[in-house]
């Protein structure tokens, strides 16, 4: 079938609304109760900003592009999205790390606009997620004119220290790493990307890890994941068919102590695109199965979603520990290089000037993180060693990972196939369509074919929006 989203940026009418049941009318006005709370705090913030300057700055010169050069290139940055309301930029928001990647390309000249700029991203992180391999494609301005070689080693080595420049303006939670020069003014991160690979660090605790890594398998390939994600219907997805290519467990970092219920592990999960939300519901899944709540098999019964078409209610894994490790490219763009058979890729540029500041940066941030970690783990190391000699206890507390799931927990666990599901994805198009928000014809459309997004890049799924 084709989907169509109709966005409404008009308001609402008296007769829309009053159509609307109660609780959606009680949503309705926290979403704007929420909203209007964030827009009073943007304009706080700029008052601030605009008195605190007000006099002691003077009219800045404007950059005239039009006499530089410009040349396309792959920005590689990380980030630590912890403290952040998402990567892509809001309305509502400026603690976004796109945000600050465009001010600190506007500041720094590298680019006058957005809209200009040719630019993609290759995932859309959602809120609190970070980042170790976050890369964008874009125009910049460069030193070397189009005319001349841009690639060889003479200009490249010539050419503006684009990592360095942004550095020194970016928070310190966001740095860029590295760059690379590209033929292809066309190539895109986004659709030009072959797979991703997210990871989900975790403490062993008391995990039965055999049974998650029986689990892992089971999501390996081609499957419907719609109780494995937030069906978002309303933005015109409706198939939720996709593959991934790779799930495993492996170790990460080992207690100084040395007690293995410290031991911190990792979850990683490589595919060509995800769904809003699919892997930390993948692993809160995962993580009941750890806990002996679920049997492995669960994964098998949810992805059969003839047998169960409806997903069981549940909360969804932390977003803390989730992490976009790695994007592997195609050699050639999807639009074609302008040499026939010559690969689009180039190696990745670092200056070893930059990313020794980078590390330094990074080891301070390390340094006030691991500082706390240490002081709770003695101090868990201490109440642990009164618990045994006081009371006599001989069954160790390894609940470490409990507090990964989301949610309030009942006394008493409610299997998942015994809770209360959510509407049907064929009632979700119903109620979409008779609300206006989407119009669905009859056209048919290839499930198994792979969109050309990442997780969070959501309404964009299916054939026309």
Excluded at 235 to 259: L, T, W, Y
Aim: charged fraction near 30%; aromatic fraction near 8%; include cysteine.
């Amino acid at each position: 079938m084709e989907v169509k989203v109709n966005r409404k940026n008009k308001p609402s009418t008296e007769d829309e609304l009053l159509l609307l049941s109660k609780q959606e009318l009680v949503d309705k006005i926290k979403q704007l109760e929420a909203h209007n709370t964030q827009l009073k705090s943007i304009v706080q913030k700029n008052l601030k900003t605009d008195n605190g300057a007000s006099g002691k700055c003077r009219k800045k010169r404007p950059f005239d592009f039009s006499k530089c050069h410009k040349r396309h290139i792959l920005l590689r940055f990380y980030y630590l999205g912890w403290d952040y309301q998402g990567f892509a930029a809001q309305e509502d928001s400026i603690e976004t790390i796109e945000h600050h990647l465009f001010a600190a390309l506007a500041k720094v000249c590298l680019i006058e606009s957005r809209e200009t700029s040719n630019y993609n991203r290759c995932g859309r992180t959602d809120k609190g997620v970070s980042a170790f391999h976050q890369v964008v494609s874009l125009d910049v301005r460069s030193k070397i004119a189009p005319e001349e070689d841009q690639l060889s080693a003479a200009s490249l080595n010539d050419e503006l220290d684009y990592c360095a420049m942004l550095n020194r303006v970016l928070p310190e939670e966001i740095r860029c790493v590295a760059w690379m020069p590209m033929v292809n003014p066309r190539y895109s991160a986004r659709f030009d990307c072959r797979s991703r690979t997210y990871r989900y660090f975790f403490p062993r605790g008391d995990l039965n890890l055999e049974a998650m890594r029986e689990a892992c398998a089971q999501f390996v390939g081609t499957h419907d994941f719609r109780n494995f994600c937030k069906m978002d219907v309303a933005n015109g997805v409706v198939s939720f068919v996709r593959s991934i290519e790779h799930m495993a467990i492996h170790p990460s970092q080992a207690d100084s102590h040395g007690d293995q219920s410290y031991d911190m592990l990792f979850v990683e999960l490589r595919a060509k695109a995800f769904l809003w939300h699919q892997v930390r519901c993948i692993m809160a899944v995962l993580l009941l199965v750890g806990q002996d709540r679920e049997q492995p098999t669960i994964v098998r019964e949810l992805l059969d979603v003839k047998s169960n078409p409806c997903k069981p209610q549940y909360s969804m894994a932390s977003d803390v520990p989730l992490n976009l490790y790695d994007c592997q490219f195609n050699e050639k763009g999807s639009e074609g290089a302008e040499a026939p058979g010559e690969s689009d890729l180039r190696d990745w540029i670092y200056s070893e000037d930059d990313l020794r500041r980078t590390i330094v940066d990074l080891q301070s941030l390390w340094t006030q993180q691991s500082v706390k970690t240490t002081m709770m783990r003695e101090m868990l190391a201490t109440l642990s060693s009164v618990l045994k000699e006081r009371f006599d206890s001989k069954d160790p507390i390894s609940s470490q990972a409990d507090s990964l799931t989301l949610g309030v927990r009942s006394r008493e666990y409610c299997p998942l196939l015994e809770r209360q599901r959510c509407e049907s994805l064929e009632n979700r198009i119903e109620h979409y369509t008779k609300k206006r928000r989407i119009e669905v014809s009859n056209k048919s459309i290839t499930e198994e074919s792979e969109p050309r997004e990442d997780e969070y890049e959501r309404g964009k799924t299916v054939a026309s929006t």
